[in-house]
């Protein structure tokens, strides 16, 4: 069975990249632009995993998480946040809100299909998943 993937991001350039390097990977994505979108996808389907950007109209990435986490069946997923923040305050915040990890934009597809992999293949483990390696 393919795993599934939601991909939120206002940007439709964004959306465009994620869904395509992990479609080539061999996941199912679907994709939503804002945090309400996402809800109700999240709502009436069960996805594997979801990533999330941080800065949205309407609703951020933190407040998305919250929310997911408080659906049925979101407890435990794994939730990547695709951000530009590098500030530690805001990392901490993702933990706090339930973020299982996160990834610096611009993103590196490659490094994408590795974090969402481990991710994945981890089951209820949390992984903080971070490009800076160190």
């Given amino acids: 069975m393919t795993q ?3 991909s939120v991001d206002d940007s439709a350039a964004m959306r465009q990249i994620i869904s ?3 479609s080539e990977a061999g996941y199912r994505v679907n994709t939503a632009c804002d945090g309400a979108a ?3 996808l999240a709502r ?9 950007d941080q800065h949205m109209p309407g609703m951020d990435g933190l407040a998305l998480i919250r929310a997911l986490r408080a659906l049925p069946g979101y407890g435990s997923a794994p939730i990547l946040v695709l951000t530009t923040e590098v500030d530690g305050a805001y990392k901490e915040a993702a933990r706090d809100a339930g973020a299982s990890g996160w990834l610096l934009k611009p993103v ?3 490094m994408l299909i590795e974090v969402v992999g481990a991710l994945l293949g981890a089951s209820a483990a949390s992984i903080q998943a971070n490009n800076e390696r160190g």
Avoid at 44 to 52: C, K, Q, W
Wanted: aromatic fraction near 4%; charged fraction near 25%.
């Fill in 108 to 110: 590196d597809p490659a």
């Fill in 38 to 40: 996402a809800l109700e």
């Fill in 4 to 6: 599934s993937i939601l």
């Fill in 44 to 52: 009436g389907e069960r996805f594997d995993l979801v990533l999330t």
């Fill in 20 to 22: 395509a390097s992990l």
